[in-house]
C-alpha cells in the first residue's frame, strides 16, 4: 500500500511539473494595437524581426516554442500544450483586437486561437501553413498511424550529426531562396532539441484543424508560396480551408516556403493593407 501511495504522488508530481512547464518564450515590444507573431515549426520567434520593423505603431508579441532557439523543451504531446498555452495567455494578458500572424505551425495555431476565444481576434494573417498536413504529403492515413515511436523518429533521433547536418541543409535549402536564409534556418534545426524537432512534427502530422472552421468569425488573409508546386498549392490552400466563410488568398511570387524571408516588401505590404481595411 505503502508503495502504491508513493507512486499515485510520485505521478502527481510528474503531471504538476508537466503541466506547469513554459511551452514557449515570449518577447513583447512597442506599443499600440496588438500583433501576435508566431513562427513556424523549428523556427526561432527572430524570423518576424524584419517585419516587425515594419509596424512600428503596432505593440509586437513574438513567440519561440520550446525545444527552438535556446527554450528549453517540455514534456509529450508538445503541439496541444502551446495550444492550451496560447489560448490563456491571451485571456490572462487580456489581449483584444489581436491581429495574428502565424507561419506554418503558426498558421495552425491563429487557427486554433479563432476557434477557441473568436471574441479576441480581430483578423488573421496565415502564411503557406495546411490545416491537415498529412492529408497533402499522405492523402487518406489517418492520424493513428503516426506514433512517437517509430522507425522513421528511431532513425532520425539516432542520426549522427554530420548526418543530420546534411538533413538540416536539405531542408533549408528548399524552404527559402537565398544562401544566408538557409544558413539561418539550418543553424536553428541544428540548435533545436531532437526530440522536439523529431517527435514535435509527429504532432503535427497527426493535426486535423479543418472540422469547425465555420465557427471562425475573423476576416483570414491566406498567403500562399507559389514554389515548389505553383498554381496547385493554391488550388490545395482553397481545399482545405473550405470552411472558412470570410477568406481572401494571395499568392507569393518567386516564394519558397519562409515567404517572410523571400518576399519581404510584398508580404508587409500585404499585411498592411490586410489590416487597415
Given amino acids: 500500500m505503502k508503495k502504491l501511495i508513493c507512486y499515485l504522488l510520485l505521478s502527481f508530481l510528474f503531471v504538476s511539473i508537466s503541466q506547469g512547464q513554459n511551452a514557449f518564450r515570449v518577447e513583447r515590444k512597442g506599443t499600440g494595437k496588438p500583433i501576435l507573431f508566431l513562427p513556424g515549426f523549428g523556427s526561432s520567434g527572430d524570423v518576424w524581426d524584419p517585419l516587425i520593423s515594419k509596424f512600428p505603431e503596432h505593440e509586437s508579441i513574438t513567440l519561440t516554442y520550446a525545444g527552438f532557439d535556446g527554450v528549453s523543451p517540455i514534456e509529450f504531446p508538445w503541439y496541444s500544450q502551446i495550444s492550451d498555452q496560447l489560448i490563456n495567455f491571451v485571456k490572462e494578458n487580456n489581449l483584444n483586437g489581436l491581429t495574428v500572424v502565424g507561419h506554418s505551425m503558426g498558421g495552425n495555431l491563429a487557427v486554433e486561437l479563432a476557434k477557441a476565444i473568436p471574441d479576441r481576434i480581430a483578423q488573421i494573417i496565415i502564411v503557406d501553413a495546411l490545416p ?9 492515413v489517418p492520424a493513428s498511424a503516426f506514433a512517437y515511436d517509430s522507425p522513421y523518429n528511431d532513425q532520425l533521433l539516432k542520426m549522427n550529426t554530420t548526418d543530420f547536418e546534411s538533413y ?7 524552404m527559402a531562396s537565398n544562401v544566408k536564409d538557409q544558413e539561418l534556418l539550418k543553424e536553428w534545426f541544428l540548435a533545436a532539441d531532437r526530440q522536439v524537432f523529431v517527435n514535435g512534427y509527429t504532432d503535427l ?11 471562425i468569425v475573423a476576416p483570414v488573409l491566406i498567403l500562399v508560396a507559389d514554389q515548389p508546386f505553383g498554381d496547385q498549392a493554391l488550388e490545395t490552400m482553397k ?12 499568392m507569393a511570387k518567386n516564394s519558397r516556403h519562409f515567404i517572410m524571408m523571400d518576399q519581404p516588401e ?9 489590416i487597415e481595411q
Avoid at 498536413?133 to 499522405?138: A, C, G, L, T
Avoid at 508580404?267 to 493593407?273: G, H, K, S, T
Fill in 266 to 274: 510584398w508580404m508587409a505590404q500585404e499585411l498592411q493593407r490586410f
Fill in 168 to 174: 538540416a541543409s536539405q531542408m533549408a535549402q528548399g
Fill in 205 to 215: 502530422l497527426k493535426l486535423d484543424l479543418r472540422d469547425g472552421m465555420e465557427s
Fill in 239 to 250: 481545399i482545405q480551408y473550405q470552411g472558412l466563410k470570410n477568406k481572401e488568398f494571395k
Fill in 132 to 140: 491537415c498536413m498529412r492529408e497533402v504529403m499522405m492523402p487518406g
